[in-house]
C-alpha cells in the first residue's frame, strides 16, 4: 500500500503454512498481533510503539481460511522401511488421515493392479507439517511385495485418494486424487535388506519345518541343502546334524515358509536320538543361499537358531512287511 495509517502486508507462502502449522489465527478468538518497534517507522521515521506478547492486540477483521489442502507429490516410497511420503499443499493434522482413503497403483491411468491400505501409522516429517509419513501395516506391504508388477520402481509407483482421506486444521477436505490421474512417485528406495529369520517351528510328528521371516519370501527360492538341523548351537558331529536334501514347499510366498521334510531326511533326523527329540536339541542353521525375498535379497546367514515350538514324533510305527529264512534260522 501507499503511504497511509492503514498498512495491508501480503504474509509469505512460507509463513502462511507456518502459520497455520502452529494453529495461530485458526479462529478470530485466536488472532492476535506482537510487533517490536524496528517492524515499521513513520514518515518522520520514529519506530513504532511496541506491543507486547501480553498486550497483544486482538484482530478488528477477519477472513478465515477457505483454502482446500491439495496432495502435490508422493515425495517417495520406501520398500526398505515400507513407509511413504505424502506432501500437501497446507498443514494437515495426523488424526484426520483415513489410510483406507489411499491406494497404491502401478500404473497413473487407472489400469494395472493395485493395493488399498487398511491402516498404518503416520507422523510428520517438516515442522510446517505439510508432508506425512504412512508407514504401511505388514499386511498391506506383504500384498504390495507379492504384487511383481507393483511398486518395483518409479515406473509402477502411483498413488490416488479420496475425497476428503485429509482434512487440514479449518475442517476443509483434501480434494479426490483419482486412479485416472495417480500421481508418480518423485523418489522410489527400493528393497535392498537382507530378509531376517525371526523364528521356526518343527513338527517332527509330521515332518514339517516353518520359518518365519522379517520380509515376504520367494519360496521358489528354497534350496533345501541348505538348511540344517542341529542337536546343539556348535555340533558339527554326523549323529548331532542332519543336512536336508528334499522336500516339499507346503507354502506361498509370504513372511512365512513352510516346508515338508523328505522322508530319507525325516528318517535321516530320527536315527539320531541326539537330534530333533526334544526342544533344547532343536537348532536351524541357514546358509545366505537357502532362500531369497521376492526382491531377489539373500537370507542373513543363521548359524544355529534354538526352535520357538517343538512338536514330538508321536505316531506309532507300523510292521509294513517281513521275511523269513529257515536256512538261517532268521
Known sequence: TSHSDRIVIQVGALDLIGIKAELVALTQDMTYLSAV??????????ALAPVSSAQAQPVAGYTGDSTDPVLERLVQFDMNRGTMQLQFSEPVPLDSLIFSG??????????????????GTATHTTDAHT?????????????LKLDAGLLTGLATTFVSMLNATVTDESQLFAPAVSATSA???SVYIGDTTFPFLLRFNLDMDNGELSMTFDDVMDVTSVEFDKISLR???????????????????????????RLQLGQADRDAVKSRPLLAASLATSHLSLTAEAMADVAAQHVQEVSARLVTNYTGDTTAPK????????DAGE
Open 131 to 143: 508432508v506425512v509419513e504412512v508407514t504401511l501395516l505388514a499386511a498391506d506391504l506383504r500384498l
Open 319 to 326: 510292521l509294513v512287511d517281513f521275511a523269513v529264512d529257515l
Open 183 to 185: 500421481i508418480q512417485a
Open 231 to 257: 542337536a546343539a548351537a556348535n555340533a558339527t558331529a554326523d549323529d548331532s546334524v542332519v543336512t536336508l536334501t528334499r522336500g516339499r514347499v507346503l507354502s506361498g510366498n509370504g513372511y512365512e515358509v
Open 37 to 46: 518497534p524496528a517492524a515499521l517507522q513513520d514518515l518522520s521515521f520514529n
Open 102 to 119: 489411499l491406494t497404491l497403483h502401478s500404473s497413473g491411468n487407472g489400469r494395472g493392479t493395485n493395493v488399498t491400505l487398511t491402516g
